[in-house]
């Protein structure tokens, strides 16, 4: 079955008229409560529209991609727990608010996933971040686990899985199961990408209902080589060589 094209939308502010909005495609609807995609703004769908662009060079693929990491922590992070918590203003008076409960940690899935651990540190200082390198077996064409290094403690804290590009599910199934082998509950992790496939998701899902999703964008699905389409290529490639 040939992938559908996504969903268009007018995209833009309140104040303007629908035929006054530009038209854009948006992200494809999925059913599933713990798949959160981020809200599809003007502001999202240009900065995905610059990454996306065959035509953009690495520096500005690298700026673009970083902007869009940064919104995804950031909504990852409202997942979290908080507690009450008030303080007092320097004029003298209380603001009842909130405070971060527990702890988290990072882990990225190399080499991709590396991209998106600054926009984690610029977010949480000093975060804890561990890695896990997974790639296609070439005898048995099936993801190998080759290399992992995870905080000892991981099994007590909240884990944001890190990779940009979720296409079949493979490696980040692969991950999961490797956090969930170190004691981390299912729904104490949060995998964040920046495009999934409808593939990828539906797989996920299924495997692992606690588990959340935050994605910037649900794409139409997969070519014949599992690149993502319309996708951006070979995210690896256009942020640390091309
Ligand atoms: N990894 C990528 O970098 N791009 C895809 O489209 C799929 C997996």
């Given at each position: 079955?040939?992938?559908k094209?996504?969903?268009?939308?007018s995209?833009?502010?309140?104040?303007?008229?629908?035929s006054?909005?530009?038209?854009?495609t948006?992200?494809?609807?999925?059913?599933?409560?713990?798949?959160?995609?981020?809200?599809?703004?003007?502001?999202?769908?240009?900065?995905?529209?610059?990454?996306?662009d065959?035509?953009?060079?690495?520096?500005?693929?690298i700026?673009?991609?970083?902007?869009?990491?940064?919104?995804l922590?950031?909504?990852?992070?409202n997942?979290?727990?908080?507690?009450?918590h008030?303080?007092?203003?320097p004029v003298?008076?209380?603001?009842?608010?909130?405070?971060?409960?527990?702890?988290?940690?990072?882990?990225?899935?190399?080499?991709?996933?590396?991209?998106?651990?600054?926009?984690?540190?610029?977010?949480?200082?000093?975060?804890?971040?561990?890695?896990?390198?997974?790639?296609?077996?070439?005898?048995?064409?099936?993801?190998?686990?080759?290399?992992?290094?995870?905080?000892?403690?991981i099994?007590?804290?909240?884990?944001l899985?890190?990779d940009?590009?979720?296409?079949?599910?493979?490696s980040?199934?692969?991950?999961?199961?490797?956090?969930?082998?170190?004691?981390?509950p299912?729904?104490?992790?949060l995998?964040?990408?920046?495009?999934?496939?409808p593939?990828?998701?539906?797989?996920?899902?299924?495997?692992?209902p606690?588990?959340?999703?935050?994605?910037?964008?649900?794409?139409?699905?997969?070519?014949?080589?599992?690149?993502?389409?319309?996708?951006?290529?070979?995210?690896?490639?256009?942020?640390y060589?091309?």
């Amino acid at each position: 079955e040939k992938p559908k094209p996504g969903p268009v939308q007018s995209i833009g502010p309140d104040y303007r008229s629908p035929s006054q909005k530009p038209q854009a495609t948006v992200s494809t609807e999925v059913p599933f409560e713990t798949v959160t995609v981020l809200p599809q703004t003007p502001q999202l769908i240009a900065l995905l529209s610059k990454i996306r662009d065959v035509n953009t060079d690495r520096g500005d693929f690298i700026f673009y991609s970083n902007r869009i990491i940064r919104l995804l922590v950031e909504e990852g992070l409202n997942h979290l727990p908080t507690v009450q918590h008030t303080v007092t203003t320097p004029v003298g008076r209380p603001y009842e608010g909130l405070s971060f409960e527990g702890r988290i940690c990072g882990v990225s899935i190399m080499r991709a996933g590396e991209a998106m651990e600054q926009g984690l540190r610029d977010c949480c200082r000093s975060v804890r971040i561990g890695k896990i390198l997974i790639q296609r077996d070439e005898e048995t064409a099936q993801p190998k686990l080759f290399y992992d290094k995870l905080p000892e403690d991981i099994a007590d804290r909240w884990v944001l899985l890190l990779d940009p590009m979720f296409a079949t599910g493979g490696s980040a199934i692969m991950a999961v199961e490797v956090l969930k082998s170190r004691g981390v509950p299912e729904d104490h992790i949060l995998f964040l990408n920046l495009i999934a496939s409808p593939e990828g998701i539906n797989n996920f899902a299924t495997k692992f209902p606690k588990l959340r999703v935050v994605t910037a964008f649900v794409d139409q699905g997969l070519d014949e080589k599992n690149y993502i389409i319309p996708g951006l290529g070979d995210f690896g490639d256009r942020y640390y060589t091309m």
